[in-house]
Nanobody
Framework: QMQFVESGGGLVQPGGSLRLSCLAS????????IGWFRQAPGKEREGVAC??????????IYADSVRGRFTISREDAKNTAYLEMDNLKPEDPATYYC?????????????????WGRGTQVIVSS
């Protein structure tokens, strides 16, 4: 079964940092864009960040709400992508998911992605 396995979530104070990891399981994602998404209770899933494959430059896209605070990266040798989250705010808590876009449309629209993981929960609280 091709899916991602997310990890690294947890409880952090406002202003704190977390690093999420996303391991591709059952497939190699090095030729696909990888995106991070989040979904808070009662809200729709939203795109957070996306990174293209290294073969086309590894360019990144960020949602306005996280630009300058979150950094997406990938380590193809480990079949893993990361989301470094700094200066976490009260509006950031959610379950965070990653997924792949084999077409590399250059978007962070959830409908463009596949192979969703089960997510990892991020809680921001003092």
């Amino acid at each position: 079964q091709m899916q991602f396995v997310e990890s690294g979530g947890g409880l952090v104070q406002p202003g704190g940092s977390l690093r999420l990891s996303c391991l591709a399981s059952g497939f190699t994602a090095d030729h696909e864009a990888i995106g991070w998404f989040r979904q808070a209770p009662g809200k729709e899933r939203e795109g957070v960040a996306c990174i293209s494959s290294s073969s086309i430059g590894g360019y990144t896209i960020y949602a306005d709400s996280v630009r300058g605070r979150f950094t997406i990266s990938r380590e193809d040798a480990k079949n893993t992508a990361y989301l470094e989250m700094d200066n976490l705010k009260p509006e950031d808590p959610a379950t965070y998911y990653c997924a792949a876009d084999p077409v590399q449309l250059g978007s962070i629209r959830p409908d463009d992605f596949r192979s969703w993981g089960r997510g990892t929960q991020v809680i921001v609280s003092s």
